[in-house]
C-alpha cells in the first residue's frame, strides 16, 4: 500500500509588494540593494496578507482548495500536517487552528518545523505514517508562510518574503506514490538567521525587543555551496535510496529562493531546465510554503503529467535540507482539474 498525492491547492494573497516600491523604502539605506537583490534571485514582487490575518488562514485556504479537488469532504479528514517556521503562536501548534478553520472536525493534527524543508519533511512523514497505519487514509499536508510579520520592516532582507500557502492531499492506493527521501542537516549554522526571543533560551522581554530579537534576521550569510552543492547531493541520495537514477527523474521542484542557483543545480545534475518549475519571479520567496505552492503551478501548467517521477527539494535555516521522491498517480484526474 501507498501513500499518493492525490490533488493539490494553494492560496496567494491580494497585497503586491512590487520591487518598485522596496527601491523607495530602501534606496536611501542601502542604494541599489533591491537592484542587486534582483538581478541574484530573480524575485520580482511579492504578496502580503492583511496585517489581522495570521499563518492559519493562509493555510486554511489552501488546504480547503486542495480538499474541493480531492472531492474530499473536511470530515473525512484523518490527519492534518501543517510545515512552517512563522507559526500562530509558539504553542498551540498551527495545525490544530488549521484543523478548526477548515472543520477537519475527526483529524489529528500535528506541526513540522524544519523551516523551508518543512513540506517534504512534511510528507515524507505524512506517507510513512499512512504506509504504516490502514487506519490514516485521507491526510492533509500544507506549507505555509508569513514572515514579513515577523520581520523587521526596516530590514533589506524583507526583499525575499512574501506570504502564501500550498497544500496537498494524500490518500492510500495500491498504485505508487511515495518513492523515497533523504535528509541532511548542520547545527552548528543556526544562529546565522534565527528569531532569538519567544523561546527558553531567551523569553520575550523588554530588552528583547529593544535588541531586535522578536524579529527574524540574519546576523551571518551562509555559503553559497550549501546549496549549490547540497541540493545536487540530496537529489542522488533520493535517487539511490529510492532505487533510480537521477536520469529517470521527470520533474524536480527545489526550494524557491534564487532561481540561478536552481540553474546551477540543474547543470550539476545534467537535467534541462524544462525538467523543473521556479515561481519565485511572481510570489517572492514563500519560505515553507514555496515547494508546494511551485507544485501547486506546475500541475496547473501540466508540466507534470502522469507517471511522472517528481522529486522535491527544501531547504531552510539551521540548516536543514530534505528530499521527497513520488510517483504521479496513472490517471491524475483530479490532479490536473
Same mark, same amino acid.
Request: glycine letters at 8%.
Given at each position: 500500500m501507498? !501513500?499518493? #498525492?492525490?490533488?493539490?491547492?494553494?492560496y496567494?494573497?491580494?497585497?503586491?509588494?512590487?520591487?518598485?516600491a522596496?527601491?523607495?523604502?530602501? =534606496?536611501?539605506?542601502?542604494?541599489?540593494?533591491?537592484?542587486?537583490?534582483?538581478?541574484?534571485?530573480? #524575485?520580482?514582487?511579492?504578496?502580503?496578507?492583511p496585517?489581522?490575518?495570521?499563518?492559519?488562514?493562509?493555510?486554511a485556504? !489552501? $488546504?480547503?482548495?486542495?480538499?474541493?479537488?480531492?472531492g474530499?469532504?473536511p470530515?473525512?479528514? +484523518?490527519?492534518? *500536517?501543517?510545515?512552517?517556521?512563522?507559526? =500562530?503562536?509558539?504553542?498551540?501548534?498551527?495545525?490544530?487552528?488549521v484543523?478548526?478553520? #477548515?472543520? $477537519?472536525?475527526?483529524?489529528?493534527?500535528?506541526?513540522?518545523?524544519?523551516?523551508?524543508?518543512?513540506?517534504?519533511?512534511?510528507?515524507?512523514?505524512a506517507?510513512?505514517?499512512?504506509?504504516a497505519? !490502514?487506519n490514516?487514509?485521507? %491526510? %492533509? %499536508?500544507?506549507?505555509?508562510?508569513?514572515?514579513?510579520?515577523?520581520? +523587521?520592516?526596516?530590514?533589506?532582507?524583507?526583499?525575499?518574503?512574501?506570504?502564501?500557502?500550498g $497544500?496537498?492531499?494524500?490518500?492510500? &492506493?495500491?498504485?505508487?506514490?511515495? @518513492?523515497?527521501? !533523504?535528509?541532511r $542537516? +548542520?547545527? &552548528?549554522?543556526?544562529?546565522?538567521?534565527? #528569531?532569538f526571543?519567544?523561546?527558553?533560551?531567551?523569553?520575550?522581554t523588554e530588552? &528583547?525587543?529593544?535588541?531586535?530579537?522578536?524579529?527574524?534576521?540574519?546576523? +551571518?550569510?551562509?555559503?553559497?555551496?550549501?546549496?549549490?552543492?547540497?541540493?545536487?547531493?540530496v537529489?542522488?541520495?533520493?535517487?539511490?535510496?529510492?532505487g533510480?537514477?537521477?536520469?529517470?527523474?521527470?520533474?524536480?521542484?527545489?526550494?524557491?529562493?534564487?532561481?540561478?542557483?536552481?540553474?546551477?543545480?540543474?547543470?550539476?545534475?545534467?537535467?534541462?531546465?524544462?525538467?523543473?518549475?521556479?515561481?519565485?519571479?511572481k510570489w517572492?520567496y514563500?519560505? &515553507?510554503?514555496? *515547494?508546494?505552492?511551485?507544485?501547486?503551478?506546475?500541475?496547473r501548467?501540466?508540466?507534470?503529467?502522469?507517471?511522472d517521477? @517528481?522529486?522535491?527539494?527544501?531547504?531552510?535555516?539551521?540548516?536543514?535540507?530534505?528530499?521527497?521522491?513520488?510517483?504521479?498517480?496513472?490517471?491524475?484526474?483530479?490532479?490536473?482539474?
Amino acid at each position: 500500500m501507498y !501513500a499518493n #498525492i492525490v490533488s493539490t491547492g494553494m492560496y496567494l494573497p491580494e497585497i503586491e509588494i512590487s520591487n518598485d516600491a522596496l527601491r523607495a523604502r530602501f =534606496d536611501k539605506l542601502i542604494p541599489e540593494f533591491v537592484d542587486k537583490m534582483e538581478a541574484s534571485s530573480g #524575485i520580482m514582487t511579492r504578496w502580503y496578507a492583511p496585517e489581522d490575518w495570521a499563518t492559519s488562514d493562509l493555510a486554511a485556504r !489552501a $488546504a480547503k482548495q486542495a480538499l474541493e479537488r480531492a472531492g474530499r469532504r473536511p470530515e473525512e479528514v +484523518d490527519l492534518v *500536517i501543517v510545515g512552517t517556521d512563522s507559526p =500562530d503562536f509558539i504553542t498551540p501548534a498551527t495545525s490544530v487552528i488549521v484543523q478548526d478553520k #477548515i472543520g $477537519a472536525k475527526n483529524a489529528g493534527t500535528f506541526d513540522v518545523g524544519c523551516a523551508c524543508a518543512s513540506f517534504p519533511t512534511a510528507f515524507t512523514s505524512a506517507a510513512g505514517m499512512m504506509m504504516a497505519n !490502514a487506519n490514516l487514509k485521507v %491526510v %492533509v %499536508v500544507v506549507g505555509v508562510y508569513m514572515m514579513h510579520k515577523l520581520t +523587521d520592516p526596516n530590514d533589506p532582507m524583507a526583499f525575499f518574503y512574501g506570504d502564501g500557502a500550498g $497544500a496537498a492531499v494524500l490518500e492510500r &492506493s495500491e498504485e505508487a506514490g511515495f @518513492v523515497s527521501s !533523504a535528509f541532511r $542537516a +548542520d547545527g &552548528s549554522y543556526a544562529k546565522r538567521w534565527a #528569531i532569538f526571543a519567544g523561546g527558553t533560551v531567551e523569553p520575550t522581554t523588554e530588552e &528583547s525587543f529593544r535588541k531586535g530579537h522578536t524579529r527574524v534576521k540574519m546576523y +551571518d550569510r551562509y555559503p553559497p555551496e550549501i546549496n549549490n552543492e547540497g541540493w545536487p547531493a540530496v537529489v542522488r541520495d533520493v535517487a539511490k535510496n529510492g532505487g533510480f537514477a537521477v536520469s529517470d527523474i521527470d520533474f524536480l521542484i527545489f526550494t524557491q529562493v534564487r532561481k540561478p542557483t536552481i540553474e546551477l543545480v540543474m547543470n550539476d545534475l545534467g537535467l534541462p531546465m524544462e525538467k523543473t518549475h521556479t515561481v519565485m519571479e511572481k510570489w517572492g520567496y514563500t519560505g &515553507s510554503a514555496c *515547494i508546494p505552492m511551485a507544485l501547486d503551478d506546475a500541475f496547473r501548467q501540466k508540466k507534470i503529467k502522469p507517471r511522472d517521477l @517528481v522529486v522535491m527539494v527544501g531547504s531552510g535555516v539551521g540548516y536543514n535540507q530534505a528530499g521527497a521522491a513520488f510517483r504521479v498517480a496513472g490517471d491524475g484526474a483530479r490532479l490536473f482539474s
